[in-house]
């Protein structure tokens, strides 16, 4: 069954010594993840880059456009989670992240590591690439047990 993946973020405070650009990125993701939170598809959507060269990846492979990102608009998962957001700039105006998330969609659940890559562009600070792939089932029961 297909799902678009929500992750809710853990707030991790910025510091000092942040630069402008991972603050950017990181107000981007936290807008992002506010979105999912309010379920509102309108939002969410406006943080991706709207684009040809939107790029997604994950277990069934790399895909890429806005156009058909868009058209999967749901559901929203019951609850989610995020942890262990890291953000470093690569050059100036891109930003890559990554982070642990946990979603449950009724009795099912998803755990795994989702990756972002942020650019700023004319119309601002945009995600330009998204992936994730859930960790495998011994990993997942792991990481349960440990909870």
């Known amino acids: 069954m297909c799902h678009i993946l929500a992750v809710l973020l853990v707030v991790m405070p910025t510091t000092a010594t942040e630069s402008p650009d991972v603050g950017a990125a990181r107000a981007v993701f936290e807008a992002n993840i506010n979105a999912i ?7 969410y959507l406006s943080y991706y880059l709207h684009s040809t060269a939107l790029v997604r990846g ?13 058209k999967a608009r749901g559901p929203w998962p ?4 995020a942890s262990d957001l890291q953000l470093t700039p690569i050059q100036p105006g891109v930003v ?4 642990r998330y946990r ?16 650019l ?16 495998p089932c011994a990993e997942r029961s792991r990481r349960a047990g440990s909870s």
């Open 37 to 43: 939170r309010q379920k509102n598809i309108d939002a």
């Open 58 to 70: 994950g277990p069934t492979g790399f895909s890429t456009g806005y156009d058909e990102f868009a």
């Open 78 to 81: 019951d609850s989610i989670e």
């Open 103 to 118: 979603v449950r969609y009724g009795a099912d659940e998803h755990s795994g590591i989702s990756e972002r890559l942020f």
């Open 96 to 99: 890559y992240g990554t982070y």
């Open 120 to 135: 700023n562009t004319a119309d601002g600070w945009k995600i330009a690439v998204t992936g994730a792939i859930d960790a």
